[in-house]
T-cell receptor, first 113, second 113 residues
Framework: KAGVTQTPRYLIKTRGQQVTLSCSPISGHRSVSWYQQTPGQGLQFLFEYFSETQRNKGNFPGRFSGRQFSNSRSEMNVSTLELGDSALYLC????????????FGQGTRLTVV | KQEVTQIPAALSVPEGENLVLNCSFTDSAIYNLQWFRQDPGKGLTSLLLIQSSQREQTSGRLNASLDKSSGRSTLYIAASQPGDSATYLCAGHGSSNTGKLIFGQGTTLQVKP
């Protein structure tokens, strides 16, 4: 059974550019959440998508956006990149219900120069 | 607002020791609690999920407990090995129908041969 797959694994972008990251959840999982991990702030919740709808949103500026497709794959987009956006971006997928174990991908390392 | 705290921030032990990692949370309304392991530059690996109705879970040399009334969870690692060296993170689920996780800052464990 394939795990959560994130692409690309590494990205280097210039300030002001935009970037799109992709996440393919475990088969059958309809919930996909995105997190930003930095040394100073730790893991912070960006947003969650379920059945193509954003269900929860963290405290990030509008430059951070996402979407989910009918096959549950999700993308997140960051526009007008800033140096502070350099981070490891992680996505997690889970089944709905009481046994709500979250499974994470390997992450995308974004470096903004 | 739910906050999760992990103590200690770092821990160094000789191989073979039994150890306890602590996680505390401010809101007893936490639903499930999940422990993860993260190796440097990698994604998160789920270790144990303690469901809302449970008090503990065991997997191999790992045992995690949850006491919602006191707002605490502990991860017990028996007979530690150098391969256990990693950062350990606890995270709270707010409810069964959200993928949002609130993370602690983690405990970085080094097990010396």
């Amino acid at each position: 059974k394939a795990g959560v797959t994130q692409t690309p694994r590494y990205l280097i972008k210039t300030r002001g550019q935009q970037v799109t990251l992709s996440c393919s959840p475990i088969s059958g999982h309809r919930s996909v959440s995105w997190y930003q991990q930095t040394p100073g702030q730790g893991l912070q919740f960006l947003f969650e998508y379920f059945s193509e709808t954003q269900r929860n949103k963290g405290n990030f500026p509008g430059r951070f956006s996402g979407r989910q497709f009918s096959n549950s794959r999700s993308e997140m987009n960051v526009s007008t990149l800033e140096l502070g956006d350099s981070a490891l971006y992680l996505c997690a997928s889970r089944l709905e219900g009481a046994i709500a174990e979250a499974f994470f991908g390997q992450g995308t390392r974004l470096t903004v120069v | 607002k739910q906050e999760v705290t992990q103590i200690p921030a770092a821990l160094s032990v000789p191989e073979g020791e039994n150890l306890v990692l602590n996680c505390s949370f401010t809101d007893s309304a936490i639903y499930n609690l999940q422990w993860f392991r993260q190796d440097p530059g990698k994604g998160l690996t789920s270790l144990l999920l303690i469901q809302s109705s449970q008090r503990e879970q065991t997997s191999g040399r790992l045992n995690a407990s949850l006491d919602k009334s006191s707002g605490r969870s502990t991860l017990y690692i028996a007979a530690s090995q150098p391969g256990d060296s990693a950062t350990y993170l606890c995270a709270g689920h707010g409810s069964s129908n959200t993928g949002k996780l609130i993370f602690g800052q983690g405990t970085t464990l080094q097990v010396k041969p």
